[in-house]
């Protein structure tokens, strides 16, 4: 049975003080009313990642980086390891968000030496996809991110594949108050699956879990999460409030 899983990326919000006081309230409600079958995730700035993994009960709450240096080591002037991420406790690292593709440069090339650097680390990514409104207007969605897939997550191996997280989000849903329909996030997903099965076999892309990002929020959640391909969410504004993310992870 593939996993589901409802992350939280908190992007460039929070004090290190708040995130910890964000943190402790999720940690509480997860251990009190927490769906026991959702692996919860919180994707939180570098700056609060050993704080937030000392705040939480790391069985129960993974925590994430939402990017990593393309680099090892050496000299790289403010960037931020994946064997830094790894020492703080952090178990996952977001990759190929939107917002770094757009605003920061990040090609499939970078994200492919990313991607292999967090892979050999041991952490697991959450590999980001999706098309921007001109795409999903002209109907070319489904090779568009099926481009993103083949030129990035689909020249691992199946063995590094079968352990990364994707999240579908399209552009023009995140952070508008536009969400996906239930059936565009569903047929989706059914697309990105069936393109994950014939590159891999239909074991690993049963196995696989697919995210919906894109204005996901306690109201809407149920519905998205009720599709047969959808595997959870990664939350942005809403996963700021515990009191709506609680209810997120228990939207099944
Ligand atoms: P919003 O939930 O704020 O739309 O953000 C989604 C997102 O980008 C998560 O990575």
Redesign the pocket.
């Known amino acids: 049975m593939r996993k589901k899983i409802v992350a939280g990326?908190w992007k460039l919000n929070t004090t290190v003080p708040e995130g910890i006081e964000l943190a402790k309230a999720v940690n509480e409600l997860v251990a009190e009313q927490g769906a026991a079958d959702v692996d919860v995730v919180l994707g939180t700035p570098f700056t609060h990642l050993t704080s937030v993994v000392d705040a939480v009960d790391t069985e129960r709450i993974g925590v994430a980086s939402q990017n990593c240096a393309a680099e090892a080591k050496g000299a790289f002037t403010g960037e931020v390891s994946v064997d830094m991420v790894k020492s703080t406790g952090a178990k996952y690292v977001i990759l190929g968000?939107s917002e770094r593709r757009e605003y920061y440069g990040e090609t499939s090339e970078t994200l492919n030496k990313k991607l292999a650097l967090a892979l050999e680390a041991g952490l697991t990514p959450i590999y980001?996809c999706g098309e921007a409104l001109d795409i999903r207007e002209a109907g070319t969605q489904n090779g568009f991110v099926k481009q993103q897939f083949e030129e990035t997550i689909f020249t691992l191996s199946a063995e590094d594949f079968s352990k990364i997280v994707i999240?579908y989000?399209p552009i023009w849903?995140?952070?508008?108050g536009v969400t996906a329909s239930s059936g565009q996030a569903q047929e989706m997903h059914a697309f990105l699956r069936g393109a994950i099965a014939e590159k891999f076999g239909q074991e690993i892309a049963d196995e696989t879990s697919i995210l919906y990002?894109?204005?996901?929020n306690a109201k809407n959640a149920n519905e998205l999460f009720a599709n047969p391909d959808v595997d959870g969410g990664?939350?942005?504004?809403?996963s700021l409030k515990a009191g709506d993310f609680i209810q997120i992870i228990n939207a099944y």
């Open positions: 990326n968000h980001c999240a989000e849903a995140i952070g508008t990002g894109g204005s996901c990664l939350i942005g504004g809403a």
